[in-house]
């Protein structure tokens, strides 16, 4: 069993920076892909990011391109995501997950496991 645990959230003004991290424990992920979604209030979880087991590939959603950056420490079973640039639109509560495949995924029923999030607000 996996267990992530998501850190670094808070309240940010516009344009300004957040660096999150996904810590796992119980087993290493070092194999495992790991994406990062969001879920704003009253919408849908969406995907924000991804990377494979070896860091080699990454995916970015449209909206974040540019601006976030994964990425990983195998060593120290923990996943990263840069932010900069924020905007209000990507308040959200962010989540990392896991998936056993080792790829990079956009699609939430790849990942096995999930962790509990964590809260980013950009204010205007």
């Known amino acids: 069993q996996v267990q992530l645990v998501e850190s670094g959230g808070g309240l940010v003004q516009a344009g300004g920076s957040l660096r999150l991290s996904c810590a796992a424990s119980?087993?290493?992920?070092?194999?495992?892909?790991v994406g990062w979604f969001r879920q704003a209030p009253g919408k849908e979880r969406n995907f924000v990011a991804a990377?494979?087991?070896?860091?080699?590939?990454?995916y970015y959603a449209e909206s974040v391109k540019g601006r976030f950056t994964i990425s990983r420490d195998n060593a120290k079973m923990a996943v990263y995501l840069q932010m900069n640039g924020l905007k209000p639109e990507d308040t959200a509560v962010y989540y990392c997950?896991?998936?056993?495949?080792?790829?990079?995924?956009?699609?939430?029923?790849?990942?096995?496991?999930w962790g509990q999030g964590t809260q980013v607000t950009v204010s205007s």
């Open positions: 997950a896991a998936n056993l495949y080792g790829v990079g995924s956009a699609g939430p029923s790849t990942y096995a496991y």
């Open positions: 990377i494979s087991w070896s860091g080699t590939n990454t």
């Open positions: 119980g087993r290493t992920i070092s194999s495992y892909g």
